[in-house]
C-alpha cells in the first residue's frame, strides 16, 4: 500500500502505530437469493497528517467501507485497527467508545439528532468522547462560523450551516482519525472552500482524513486518491 511518506505515530516500543488501517475487508449484503458483493479483499493505511480522496462511482463501495472503517457497520471478512486496536470483532459498545476517543465522523446527511440544538449535539459529542470543554466549544462555533447558531435546531439550518454544523460535530471530540462521506455534494462553492479548508487545517495538526467524494476539488488538494470500482480498490 503505498504512503506519502509522512512520519507514523509511535508505540512506547518502538512500533509505529498508524492512525487507521485496513485488512483485506469483505462485505456481503443479501437480497432473498442474491449476494452482492460491497468490499472484495479492501486493503488500506492512514498516515498521521495525510489527506487521502476515495474516489469512485455511486454503489462501487465508498459508503460501506467508510461505515466499516468506523464500526458502524462490520466486515464480513479482515479487520480494522484504529491507533493499534482492534475495531472489528468486538461488541457494539466497545467500537462505540473506540470510535468516540477516536475517530470524528462526517455523513452527507443525518450528522445531528433532530430534537437538539447545535451547541447541545456538540456538548453530546463531546461527553461521549470523555471531554467537557466549554471554552472549546465557544472556540469551535467561532471558528466553524456558527455562534449565532448555537441555539438552532437542525431543522432551522441551512444546507450549508447543516453542513458546517456537521463538521464542527466531527471535529469536537479533536479525533485522530476524520472520516468524511460525501461531505461537500450538496452544498455550494463557498461552503465547500470552507469545509476543505478544515479538513486540510486538521491534516496539517497530524490528523488522518479520508474523504469519499466526487468532487475533483476536493481530490486535487488530496496527498493520495483512492479509486473504488465494485468494491476493489486501485491506488492513483
Given at each position: 500500500?503505498p504512503?506519502?511518506g509522512?512520519?507514523?505515530?509511535?508505540?512506547?516500543?518502538?512500533?509505529?502505530v498508524?492512525?487507521?488501517?485496513?485488512?483485506?475487508?469483505?462485505?456481503?449484503?443479501?437480497?432473498?437469493?442474491?449476494?452482492?458483493?460491497?468490499?472484495?479483499?479492501?486493503?488500506?493505511?492512514?498516515?498521521?497528517?495525510?489527506?487521502?480522496a476515495?474516489?469512485?462511482p455511486?454503489?462501487?463501495?465508498k459508503?460501506?467501507?467508510?461505515?466499516?472503517?468506523?464500526?458502524?457497520d462490520?466486515?464480513?471478512?479482515?479487520?480494522v485497527?484504529?491507533?493499534g486496536q482492534r475495531?472489528?470483532?468486538?461488541?457494539?459498545?466497545?467500537?462505540?467508545a473506540l470510535r468516540?476517543?477516536?475517530i470524528?465522523?462526517?455523513?452527507?446527511t443525518?450528522?445531528?439528532?433532530?430534537?437538539?440544538t447545535?451547541?447541545?449535539?456538540?456538548?453530546?459529542?463531546?461527553?461521549?468522547?470523555g471531554?467537557?470543554?466549554?471554552?472549546?466549544?465557544e472556540?469551535?462555533?467561532?471558528?466553524?462560523?456558527l455562534?449565532?447558531?448555537?441555539?438552532a435546531?437542525?431543522s432551522?439550518?441551512?444546507?450549508?450551516?447543516a453542513?458546517?454544523?456537521?463538521?464542527?460535530?466531527?471535529?469536537?471530540?479533536n479525533?485522530q482519525?476524520l472520516?468524511?462521506?460525501?461531505?461537500?455534494?450538496?452544498?455550494?462553492?463557498?461552503t465547500?472552500?470552507?469545509?476543505?479548508?478544515?479538513?486540510?487545517?486538521?491534516c496539517?495538526?497530524?490528523?488522518?482524513?479520508?474523504?469519499?467524494?466526487?468532487?475533483?476539488?476536493?481530490a486535487?488538494?488530496?496527498?493520495?486518491?483512492?479509486?473504488?470500482?465494485?468494491?476493489?480498490?486501485?491506488y492513483?
Amino acid at each position: 500500500m503505498p504512503t506519502n511518506g509522512n512520519s507514523c505515530q509511535i508505540r512506547s516500543n518502538g512500533a509505529e502505530v498508524r492512525p487507521l488501517e485496513a485488512f483485506e475487508l469483505y462485505r456481503f449484503f443479501h437480497r432473498g437469493d442474491d449476494e452482492t458483493a460491497a468490499l472484495r479483499g479492501v486493503s488500506l493505511r492512514l498516515l498521521a497528517g495525510e489527506f487521502v480522496a476515495l474516489m469512485g462511482p455511486s454503489g462501487s463501495g465508498k459508503s460501506t467501507l467508510l461505515a466499516c472503517l468506523a464500526g458502524l457497520d462490520e466486515p464480513d471478512g479482515g479487520h480494522v485497527e484504529v491507533m493499534g486496536q482492534r475495531m472489528s470483532r468486538r461488541s457494539e459498545a466497545a467500537r462505540a467508545a473506540l470510535r468516540a476517543r477516536h475517530i470524528g465522523m462526517l455523513m452527507q446527511t443525518g450528522n445531528l439528532f433532530d430534537h437538539l440544538t447545535v451547541e447541545a449535539n456538540i456538548k453530546l459529542q463531546m461527553s461521549l468522547s470523555g471531554q467537557s470543554n466549554r471554552q472549546s466549544i465557544e472556540q469551535l462555533l467561532a471558528v466553524i462560523g456558527l455562534t449565532r447558531q448555537r441555539q438552532a435546531y437542525p431543522s432551522q439550518l441551512s444546507g450549508g450551516e447543516a453542513a458546517r454544523a456537521g463538521l464542527a460535530l466531527a471535529l469536537s471530540s479533536n479525533p485522530q482519525v476524520l472520516l468524511a462521506d460525501e461531505p461537500t455534494a450538496e452544498v455550494d462553492a463557498t461552503t465547500e472552500a470552507t469545509i476543505l479548508n478544515h479538513l486540510m487545517e486538521r491534516c496539517r495538526a497530524g490528523v488522518a482524513v479520508l474523504v469519499a467524494t466526487h468532487s475533483e476539488v476536493i481530490a486535487t488538494h488530496a496527498d493520495r486518491r483512492i479509486s473504488i470500482q465494485d468494491g476493489r480498490i486501485t491506488y492513483v
